[in-house]
Structures are given as structure tokens and as C-alpha cells.
């Protein structure tokens, strides 16, 4: 029952990074930068993702630098980059 409570408030907290997130503009990187660094479990630099970015945790997301991506990212653990 705990695991099933600490998921449910990862993935409340996550909807609400997205939500900022997605609703950010090309000129607010640096609160793009902030909101990801939140959300995942590592960010290098120089990453950027296109929104709409949607995932269920997102701490389980490690990107190393140099990443413009447009990803959709469901339950995985997700490594990329020279983070690792």
C-alpha cells in the first residue's frame, strides 16, 4: 500500500512539472531547464526537449548533454547521453 501511495504522489508531482512544462515558450529555457531538472533524475547540459513532453515519474529519466529530442515516455527507465 505504501509503494501504490509514493507512486501516486510521484506521478501527481511529475503531471504538475509537465503541465509548467508544456505550457513554457522557446524564449523561457531557463524555466524549461529548471522545470526538467526537477522532474528527472539527472539533466546535463545543453539538453532541451520539444513540448509537449509527457512521461509518468520522470525521475527515472537520465539525460546526459546535447539532447533536443521530441520523446513520449511512459514507464521505462530512460538513459541517454553521456550522463551514465
Not at 529555457?29 to 533524475?41: A, V
Not at 532541451?48 to 537520465?62: K, Q, R, W
Request: hydrophobic share 40%; glycine share 8%; net charge neutral.
Amino acid at each position: 500500500m505504501l509503494l501504490i501511495l509514493q507512486l501516486a504522489a510521484e506521478s501527481k508531482r511529475a503531471r504538475r512539472l509537465l503541465r509548467l512544462y508544456n505550457q513554457t515558450t522557446e524564449a523561457e529555457l531557463e524555466k524549461r531547464t529548471q522545470l526538467l531538472q526537477d522532474l528527472f533524475g539527472t539533466l546535463g547540459p545543453q539538453v532541451e526537449i520539444v513540448p509537449p513532453f509527457h512521461c509518468d515519474y520522470g525521475s527515472h529519466i537520465y539525460a546526459g548533454e546535447w539532447i533536443v529530442h521530441e520523446l513520449w515516455m511512459r514507464h521505462s527507465r530512460l538513459q541517454y547521453g553521456s550522463s551514465g
